[in-house]
């Protein structure tokens, strides 16, 4: 079973970039799809990006079209997601998950089709 760690969150003003990087044991993370979600204060958990196993036909959400990219390096075991132009608006802690099976790209934008989940990283954007 994968595990999954997510780090670079941060305190970064408008306008910044930032990189998280989400690392994986315990299972080659080549078997898996890869999200990144993340939720703010007294809000749902949304979609943010995603990547299928061989890291072609990345996913956004129109809120971070163009401004975010996600990546991945499976010989490393990590997926990236680059952060720029950020805003207030993106301050939230981001998750990353992963699964074996997506059945639809449809798949990749719903939490509920994820079964491994990180911890967590705090992104906090000042105006």
């Known amino acids: 079973q994968v595990r999954l760690v997510e780090s670079g969150g941060g305190l970064v003003q408008a306008g910044a970039s930032l990189t998280l990087s989400c690392t994986a044991s315990g299972d080659s993370f080549s078997n898996y799809a890869v999200g990144w979600f993340r939720q703010a204060p007294g809000k749902e958990r949304e979609f943010v990006a995603a990547?299928?196993?061989?890291?072609?036909?990345?996913e956004y959400s129109d809120s971070v079209k163009g401004r975010f990219t996600i990546s991945r390096d499976n010989a490393k075991d990590l997926v990236y997601l680059q952060m720029s132009n950020l805003k207030p608006a993106d301050t939230a802690v981001y998750y990353c998950?992963?699964?074996?099976?997506?059945?639809?790209?449809?798949?990749?934008?719903?939490?509920?089709?994820?079964?491994?989940w990180g911890q967590g990283t705090q992104v906090t954007v000042s105006s």
């Open positions: 990547i299928n196993w061989a890291g072609t036909s990345p």
């Open positions: 998950a992963a699964d074996r099976v997506m059945y639809s790209v449809e798949a990749y934008y719903r939490a509920t089709s994820y079964d491994h």
